[in-house]
């Protein structure tokens, strides 16, 4: 049984769990809307083609901003340096199979996602993956189920379901030491969260500390796109709040 001060650390664990894994469409949302390499990111490397939307849906704007301007003093004096350290002790192919064990993992969430949104083939593939590339693939350290067998991975989550019955994005939202987000997706990282096996390990394996791992893990590959994206626009703030709206116009499919 849990000591007082294990509970505590448990429960800092999970909200920590909350916030690092919105990284990826946070700070790293220039990884799931633009186009950018995986290498060191340079002025070029990145486009910056942003289109205006007046009709934003912005209630929270001031306490935003004020988030906002907390999160790039975050990234700038500890996001990024670590993450650069980190890219240059880990090997990019060490890099490349951690990033697959994660995803392998994750294969429930995909799953039950695909099986809200009623597509039985998505299912079968996400089956058909966990199967090969938990067993040959060594726990999903390689991909012989892409590469071999030609299964592509087909990764959805609740906040695509939701898209999915028509849920709109409901407001624009930045999370502290995260960066954009919206009411559907914060929604879908909590609902997420809790179809991920690793969440109902044994507590004595850490399984908040892992999960922190896997989305530290995430955002190291776009931390510098951050960088280079902030220093080409005049109004940071719009620019990225721009930016997180035209990836969502853009995967919008429904």
Same mark, same amino acid.
């Given at each position: 049984?849990?000591? %007082?001060?294990?509970?505590?650390?448990?429960?800092?664990?999970?909200?920590?769990?909350?916030?690092?894994?919105?990284?990826?469409?946070?700070?790293?949302? #220039?990884?799931?809307?633009?186009? #950018?390499?995986?290498?060191?990111?340079?002025?070029?490397?990145?486009?910056?083609?942003?289109?205006?939307?007046?009709?934003?849906?912005?209630?929270?704007?001031?306490?935003?901003?004020?988030? %906002?301007?907390?999160?790039?003093?975050?990234?700038?004096?500890?996001?990024?340096?670590?993450?650069?350290?980190?890219?240059?002790?880990?090997?990019?192919?060490?890099?490349?199979?951690?990033?697959?064990?994660?995803?392998?993992?994750?294969?429930?969430?995909? %799953?039950?996602?695909?099986?809200?949104?009623?597509? !039985?083939?998505?299912?079968?593939?996400?089956?058909?993956?966990?199967?090969?590339?938990?067993?040959?693939?060594?726990?999903?350290?390689?991909?012989?189920?892409?590469?071999?067998?030609?299964?592509?991975?087909?990764? #959805?989550?609740?906040?695509?379901?939701?898209?999915?019955?028509?849920?709109?994005?409901?407001?624009?939202?930045?999370?502290?030491?995260?960066?954009?987000?919206?009411?559907?997706?914060?929604?879908?990282?909590?609902?997420?969260?809790?179809?991920? !096996?690793?969440?109902?390990?044994?507590?004595?394996?850490?399984?908040?500390?892992?999960?922190?791992?896997?989305?530290?893990?995430?955002?190291?590959?776009?931390?510098?796109?951050?960088?280079?994206?902030?220093?080409?626009?005049?109004?940071?703030?719009?620019?990225?709040?721009n930016l997180y709206l035209q990836g969502v116009q853009r995967?919008?499919?429904?």
């Amino acid at each position: 049984m849990f000591s %007082f001060s294990d509970r505590t650390l448990r429960a800092l664990s999970i909200l920590i769990i909350l916030l690092m894994f919105c990284v990826q469409i946070g700070c790293a949302t #220039t990884a799931k809307k633009v186009d #950018t390499k995986q290498e060191s990111a340079t002025d070029d490397d990145i486009p910056v083609t942003v289109v205006s939307y007046p009709d934003y849906n912005d209630p929270l704007i001031h306490i935003n901003r004020a988030v %906002f301007m907390f999160n790039h003093a975050a990234n700038v004096s500890l996001l990024i340096p670590v993450s650069k350290a980190y890219l240059k002790v880990v090997p990019k192919s060490v890099h490349e199979a951690i990033s697959r064990f994660f995803a392998n993992i994750k294969t429930p969430v995909y %799953f039950f996602n695909h099986l809200v949104q009623l597509k !039985p083939r998505a299912m079968g593939t996400d089956l058909a993956r966990f199967g090969i590339n938990s067993t040959i693939g060594v726990l999903g350290l390689f991909d012989p189920a892409g590469s071999e067998f030609k299964i592509q991975k087909d990764e #959805t989550s609740f906040e695509d379901t939701l898209a999915h019955y028509g849920a709109g994005y409901g407001f624009y939202i930045v999370l502290p030491l995260l960066g954009p987000s919206d009411v559907r997706d914060s929604l879908s990282l909590a609902v997420d969260h809790y179809l991920n !096996p690793i969440t109902y390990l044994d507590a004595s394996m850490y399984p908040a500390y892992i999960q922190v791992y896997d989305s530290f893990h995430e955002y190291t590959l776009t931390a510098e796109d951050y960088e280079v994206l902030y220093k080409k626009t005049d109004e940071p703030y719009i620019f990225f709040r721009n930016l997180y709206l035209q990836g969502v116009q853009r995967n919008a499919d429904y």
